[in-house]
């Protein structure tokens, strides 16, 4: 991603299909995984490998230590991109994920955020009012690493038909 071509977006500031171009991107707040998260996590989904749940386990394998699940990595990440506010109120349906990469391990005492950006803009064959952006999605943790990355699509609508 071009920095230059950053913008740091408030809460609530939303965009609708016609308010994008390709390029756009920006970053979200941090947050830190906790052992809570873990747990929780393992708890809700039914996934007690031991390599998130033993720690005598994990540090007999290659990351020397427990590690957060992929998918709760991703749980989180969605919180963090709804809370950058751009789709607050355009969004009408999250309609997927495509080439979603799992790179490195996130741990308990990572701080994650999610950094994006807009890479294709189509507007909608059968509905005039609504549009498709595809947009590139990347999991950093503190150091500036990417443990995930893929890409993301949503349907919005255009700003004229939008009705609160």
Known sequence: MDAGAE????????RFFEDLQTGDSWSSQG???TETDLVT????SGDMHPLHTNQEYARGTQFGERVFHGPGTLAIAFGLEMRMGWKER???AFLG????????????GD???????????????TKPDRGIVKTRL????????????GFWVVLLY???????
Do not use: K, M
Request: glycine share 2%.
């Open 97 to 108: 994920i495509h080439d979603w990469n799992l790179i490195a391990p996130v741990r308990i």
């Open 7 to 14: 913008n740091r977006l408030i809460p609530s500031t939303t």
């Open 90 to 92: 355009s969004a009408i």
């Open 158 to 164: 255009r700003s004229a038909a939008y009705t609160p």
């Open 111 to 125: 701080t994650i955020a999610v950094r994006e950006e807009v890479v294709e803009l189509r507007p909608s064959a």
């Open 41 to 44: 996590f393992a708890t809700w």
């Open 31 to 33: 947050r830190t995984i």
């Open 138 to 149: 990347q999991i950093l943790n503190q150091r500036g690493e990417v443990c995930q990355e």
